[in-house]
């Protein structure tokens, strides 16, 4: 019943029924409601726990209207394995340029117990990208590289003649946040003579400026398949197609998610029926190597800002 009515001295019926949740308006991620939705391609979700510990995946993002992973961990009051003493981290993460670490634990020194929780906070001016939060589990921070902080890109990038810019995070006009990436689509005819992907690092777009669209040439051997995606990476071709077959002078450029940057080839082009070259670089998660320490009979990184994340051996 949703409704009642006062029947002199009492109410009938006199209780109301109860509120049971829809499941259909549940997101694909698995919450029950999505307050801030639609999310555009290439949002990042991030779990974070208020009480206890992660278990599972921490972090997700949406491709092609998809999460990916589809579902992420859960918060459990405990973790299997962890203790005290040699299960402790003996030192924190390097706290990023132009922001600040907290510790749930109140110290600001090492050892930090299993549970304890680190958190990023930026200065003014400055915007997170990356996972906000990192929690110590089996002398270990998870996950490894916790948020930078970064200005954003107060422009757009300019936009050659016969081509559209599109931006990861649906917006079309700036200020955009860093990790946003910048793809460019040629006008039918047309295709592009380099570039075709740009990313906001650090308050610039990197690179600063994309190709221009020239008139397409035609006859040639279309490209049947398209190029395989790295890890915290996807590939946009210039014809804004999917998968193939892809015309003859389509360009594929790397698009690295917020987090990570290129490393290796960012461009390939549809020759002839092959792409040349025939793969394209790696997304590399920013933060990196500064020194490394023997432990337990192997080396454990530290990091610092704009360098590739290594895991190094004796």
């Known amino acids: 019943e949703s409704a009642a009515v006062c029947n002199g001295q009492s109410w009938q019926p006199a209780s109301f029924g109860i509120c049971i949740r829809n499941d259909s308006n549940s997101n694909s991620l698995g919450l029950p409601w ?14 974070e726990c208020t009480s206890g510990f992660p278990q599972g995946s921490t972090s997700s993002r949406c491709t092609n209207g998809q999460w990916n992973p589809s579902a992420l961990g859960a918060c459990t009051s405990s973790v ?26 109140g110290s600001m020194f090492g050892p930090f117990s299993s549970g304890t929780v680190v958190s990023v906070s930026c200065e003014s001016g400055f915007t997170l990208s990356g996972p906000r939060n990192a929690t110590c589990i089996n002398s270990q921070w998870s996950p490894s590289t916790i948020a930078r902080c970064e200005t954003q890109c107060s422009s757009s990038i300019s936009v050659p ?34 570039e075709i992907t740009s990313q906001c690092i650090n308050g610039k777009w990197e ?108």
């Open 207 to 314: 690179p600063s400026s994309f190709s221009q669209c020239a008139q397409g040439r035609s006859g040639g051997t279309q490209c049947l398949f398209g190029i395989g995606a790295p890890l915290n990476g996807r590939i946009h071709y210039s014809n804004d197609a999917m998968w193939g077959p892809f015309p003859d002078g389509t360009s594929a450029g790397l698009v690295c998610y917020s987090g990570s940057s290129p490393s290796g080839a960012t461009l390939s082009t549809c020759q002839n029926g092959q792409w040349a070259p025939t793969a394209l670089g790696q997304c590399i998660q920013r933060g990196c190597l500064k020194r490394r320490r023997l432990f337990r009979n192997a080396c454990r990184f530290f990091c610092l800002p704009n360098i590739a994340c290594l895991l190094l051996f004796p």
């Open 34 to 47: 999505s307050p801030f939705g639609p999310f555009p391609s290439g949002t990042a979700a991030y779990l």
């Open 80 to 105: 299997i394995g962890i203790g005290t003493g040699s299960m402790q981290c003996s030192v924190g993460p390097p706290a990023p340029l132009n922001g600040k670490l907290t510790y749930s634990s």
């Open 161 to 194: 003649l016969n081509g559209r810019v599109s931006y990861s995070d649906g917006r079309s006009y700036a200020p955009f946040l860093p990790g946003t990436t910048a793809t460019l689509t040629c006008d039918t005819g047309y295709q592009p003579s380099g």
